[in-house]
């Protein structure tokens, strides 16, 4: 998920292509790193971990997502690269299948730019409790630059397992509410356009063909 009004990347050294393949600014990095190769080389490795995002209409993004029932530094890995991921995208929110693989695991952070960060990380999660209304302005990394209003509900109670494979509830509302409920779709294989209208699915499919033309021509 990304924000409408979401600040930019915590990390501004980094560059992405119109196909979601992240590069980085030699120059930028030099200037921040007291030495070269070494830490250079260190960086380079974490920067290229960064996973390539999946748009809309790619398949992937519609099949319900498998259970995770591996617990492993695979799983711990993909969770890491996820995450940085979302932040570099920028995002509040990625799921697995965003990335291609149809695991039920999503990372969640919230925070405004200069604070903390605040990273929730989500496996097999479901919600058990909805409570109130909510309509706020979304947008998807998997469907970049479009933005519409979606009817959620204003607070939500989240079952899930950590990596640990131990299990947490957690009571949300807010944008965090929010983002918890479309990453959770994303596990599902619905898309925060699915909850509009027929009427305006009809305009979003005719505003994304401009999308992806004007993206095509900056490539």
């Known amino acids: 998920m990304v924000k409408a009004s979401f600040a930019q990347s915590r990390t501004p050294w980094l560059t992405c292509t119109e196909n979601r393949i992240y590069h980085w600014n030699i120059k930028e990095i030099k200037a921040c790193l007291p030495d070269g190769s070494r830490a250079l080389a260190a960086l380079k490795d974490d920067i290229m971990a960064l996973l390539k995002i999946r748009h809309y209409p790619d398949p992937v993004l519609k099949k319900v997502a498998a ?38 695991l999503t990372v969640i952070d919230c925070s405004v730019r200069d604070e903390d960060a605040q990273l929730l990380i989500l496996v097999n999660p479901e919600i058990i409790h909805r409570e109130g209304e909510s309509c706020e302005e979304e947008g998807c990394l998997s469907v970049p630059e479009y933005y519409a209003r979606i009817d959620r509900s204003a ?65």
């Open 155 to 219: 607070k939500v109670r989240v079952r899930f397992q950590d990596l640990d494979e131990q299990t947490h509830v957690i009571e949300a509302e807010g944008l965090t509410a929010i983002a918890c409920q479309h990453e959770i779709d994303h596990l599902d294989g619905i898309l925060f356009v699915d909850h509009l209208s027929p009427l305006k699915r009809s305009i979003f499919r005719k505003k994304w063909k401009k999308i992806e033309g004007h993206r095509t021509e900056q490539m």
């Open 67 to 104: 259970t995770v029932t591996e617990f492993d530094e695979t799983l711990r890995q993909l969770a890491h690269d996820m995450a940085e991921t979302m932040y570099a995208a920028p995002g509040v929110g990625l799921a697995a299948p965003q990335v291609g693989i149809s695991k039920r």
